[in-house]
């Protein structure tokens, strides 16, 4: 259990059951799902992954590819756009409103205006967003302009989340990262001249070379920026990450702060956001205004909307059918260019699974309904999981039961690690639950 040392690995719930039992032979359900049309109608989004970075952060476990020509980015972009045209013409997505739209990464600002402006009509040729309550757009500070930006907000951008991590520039450095501290300024300014319904900031509570002095000044100057929300992940080291492999190969130079040191630094800046008007909206969120932000994206996909991926090793859920796209660029384009689904892995979960995945997903933004769990599953979640209610009360991570279980501060700072307990299998393998890429955060 990762209580103390950061150790390679990583144990963040993105989803049920866990990625490692996702098989090739669970492709043709997913195939089915497509073909079959979705009978419940839940909402529907789309993601596209956008897999180019700048430089490779070190403690980054996504499928990114950096150094590409810009030829390799236009022919990424047309091979999007196909798989959007052969994933629309299924009768599952076929007449459908979008209801949520998400370009994430590796890193979508990477494009130029004009490679978005094209990516953009190419898309449109299937799935028109005017009707979405919301289109996200992850950017890294330093790639962007003025201009990428108003080009942004005229392709109906709605939520731009920036991902700023730190505000001290040694350890953004230290930590691989292509920006720097002015850089998170200058685009700010655009930012907010430009005006967007909603903006977030990404920080990493734990980056190589943090102190809880140089934690404190990022916090700080974070509230100055008044962002629509902040979103602070603990630092993991997933395998797949350079800081993971050079300390399994002895090489490290430093080390990340423990688990509890983490969770006392998110615990502090929770405090202090709270305290200059922020609510908390999830173990990893807050919100400025609540009546004003919506987490469309996560709160849809978290109660089991369709969601049709798109994109290198994207992710997807269709019907109630688990997907993930070919991970690895060559076998990718190959499919979508040959004219395939480059669907590779699939899962088929039972009623009783997804009831988990809405169960644990839904407590990491720190309370479930269970009447609503009940009606949609037929199962009640308190008398199937008794014991490890009683249990997570007993240790100080309930705060109240009843018909809305809602969890204490410290559940809420500790509940990747709690979530398990809910699994069919109890697993405390952490390193089993989260593949080596995800493409979907918060
Ligand atoms: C796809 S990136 C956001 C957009 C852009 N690529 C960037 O980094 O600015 C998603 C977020 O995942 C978080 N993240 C990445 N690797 C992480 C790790 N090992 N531990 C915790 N959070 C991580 C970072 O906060 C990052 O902003
Ligand atoms: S954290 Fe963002 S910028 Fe860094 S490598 Fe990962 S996706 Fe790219």
């Not at 032979?25 to 596209?48: E, H, M």
């Not at 700048?54 to 972009?77: G, H, I, L, N, Q």
């Not at 685009?187 to 980056?207: C, Y």
């Amino acid at each position: 259990m990762p209580t103390s040392d950061t150790e390679p690995g990583s144990y963040f719930v993105s989803n049920y059951p866990p990625f490692d039992s996702w098989t090739q032979a669970g492709v043709a359900d997913a195939q089915a799902a497509f073909d079959q049309g979705s009978p419940q109608n839940p909402p529907l989004g789309l993601y596209l992954h956008i897999p180019f970075c700048r430089k490779r952060c070190k403690f980054c476990y996504f499928r990114v590819y950096t150094d590409m020509p810009a030829s390799d980015v236009e022919r990424y972009s047309k091979a999007l756009v196909a798989e959007a045209m052969l994933v629309a013409a299924k009768p599952a997505i076929a007449g459908r409103r979008l209801s949520y739209v998400y370009f994430g990464g590796g890193t979508p600002s990477f494009l130029s205006v004009r490679q978005l402006e094209r990516l953009v009509e190419g898309l449109h040729e299937s799935f028109g967003w005017e009707h979405a309550k919301e289109v996200t757009f992850e950017c890294e500070p330093g790639t962007l302009s003025e201009p990428k930006l108003r080009a942004l907000k005229a392709l109906g951008v709605t939520r731009l989340s920036l991902g700023v991590e730190n505000f001290d520039d040694a350890i953004l450095s230290e930590n691989g990262r292509a920006h720097l501290s002015a850089e998170i300024m200058k685009s700010w300014e655009w930012i907010q001249s430009i005006g967007f319904s909603n903006t977030n900031v990404d920080l990493i509570a734990g980056m190589v070379g943090e102190t809880t002095e140089s934690w404190h000044r990022t916090v700080e100057r974070t509230l100055s920026l008044q962002a629509d929300s902040v979103t602070i992940y603990q630092m993991e080291l997933p395998l797949n990450t350079v800081y993971a492999k050079d300390l399994l190969q002895g090489t490290a130079q430093s080390s990340v702060a423990d688990w509890q040191t983490k969770r006392s630094w998110v615990d502090w800046a929770f405090s202090r956001f709270i305290e200059a008007g922020y609510s908390i909206s999830s173990a990893y969120t807050l919100v400025r205004d609540p009546t004003k932000v919506a987490f469309q994206y996560r709160d849809m996909l978290w109660q089991g909307s369709d969601l049709a991926a798109l994109g290198v090793a994207s992710f997807g859920h269709m019907s109630g059918v688990h997907y993930q796209n070919a991970s690895h660029w060559d076998e990718y384009l190959a499919a979508v260019e040959g004219g395939v689904f480059p669907i590779t892995r699939g899962l088929k979960p039972s009623q009783k699974q997804l009831l988990i995945r809405e169960l644990v997903l839904g407590l990491k933004k720190g309370s479930v309904n269970i009447d609503r769990l009940e009606k949609k599953f037929g199962i009640n979640p308190m008398q199937q999981w008794a014991s490890q209610w009683m249990a997570l009360q007993t240790e100080g991570y309930i705060e109240s039961l009843g018909r809305c279980p809602t969890l204490s501060r410290r559940g809420l700072l500790e509940v990747d690690r709690l979530l398990p307990r809910f699994f069919e299998t109890a697993s405390t393998s952490f390193e089993s639950l989260t593949p080596n890429e995800l493409s979907v955060g918060e």
